[in-house]
């Protein structure tokens, strides 16, 4: 008996298997045009790849912004209370998560069960966001897996706009004047620090804070939030899983 969880995000569609103790598969495929199509494909694929048949799964939760357009989901509950309930089974020791995915950022408190205490959102504006990276790196010719790499040890360009189409335009002007990609990719990062530490700062900060989404898997970021948010702050290679692993631990608990 197994349960899903599938995080139809704005840039990446994650689904992972739980067997009730552990996540025992996972996938990942860009969103696309269609969440409809792409998560009908994700769920199909990852049972094939894990050798399940549709019999064995139990209950499918489906969370992220796509999941309205899922029709063979039994559940759909948000992405702040699967990301608090995910963060909770990887690590219950963490009471603040912050998530920095393709189109918003937010910052969640929970208590000692993963229940959600307060959380503050940003979707309404790119920067701070993976979005904000993406368009950044294309400016800098950089893959945005690249960003932490380059920019580590460099000295950081202020990067004062807060908003991504006149930021993009700063990130030129700098480039013509002859900074170099890596103090631009640096003030780039320590631009989403600020504005991360300063979205958290409206709810407050406890520790641990486990740091999720996409843009997690960017090191160089971790270690400035950390220092920004005078919390300790933990993530994992998986952690851009951890709303469909809300999402599928939620399902189980439902069984
Ligand atoms: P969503 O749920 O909104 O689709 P995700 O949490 O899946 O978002 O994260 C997608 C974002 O992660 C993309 O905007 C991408 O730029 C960013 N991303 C992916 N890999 C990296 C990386 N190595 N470093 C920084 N950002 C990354």
């Not at 704005?10 to 689904?15: D, F, H, L």
């Not at 799964?57 to 759909?76: N, Q």
């Not at 963060?87 to 993963?114: C, M």
């Not at 897996?145 to 908003?163: F, V, Y």
Request: charged share 20%.
């Amino acid at each position: 008996m197994y349960s899903v969880g599938i995080d139809m995000g704005s840039v990446a569609a994650k689904a992972v298997v739980f067997d009730g103790k552990t996540i025992v598969g996972t996938i990942i495929m860009p969103t696309g045009w269609s969440p409809k199509e792409t998560g009908i494909a994700l769920y199909d694929t990852l049972l094939e790849k894990m050798a399940i048949s549709k019999e064995q799964v139990s209950v499918i939760v489906g969370t992220g912004y796509g999941r309205i357009a899922l029709p063979f989901i039994d559940k759909k509950i948000t992405e702040i209370t699967c990301h608090a309930r995910g963060a909770h089974f990887v690590d219950p020791e963490i009471r603040t998560v912050v998530d920095i995915g393709g189109q918003d950022s937010k910052v969640i408190r929970l208590d000692e069960t993963g229940h959600v205490l307060d959380f503050i959102m940003n979707d309404k504006c790119a920067a701070g966001t993976g979005r904000f990276l993406q368009v950044m790196s294309h400016a800098l010719e950089l893959d945005v897996s690249d960003l932490s790499d380059a920019a580590k040890g460099a000295e950081p360009q202020s990067i004062n706009s807060m908003c991504t189409v006149f930021a993009e335009s700063e990130v030129v002007s700098l480039m013509a004047e002859g900074a170099s990609k890596e103090s631009i990719a640096a003030g780039l990062l320590l631009s989403v620090s600020k504005k991360t530490a300063s979205l958290a700062s409206r709810i407050g900060v406890v520790g641990p804070v486990y740091f999720s989404g996409g843009v997690s898997k960017n090191h160089l970021l971790r270690e400035q939030l950390a220092e920004r948010l005078e919390a300790e702050v933990r993530s994992c290679d998986y952690a851009q899983f951890l709303g469909a692993i809300g999402a599928a631990v939620i399902g189980f608990e439902s069984l």
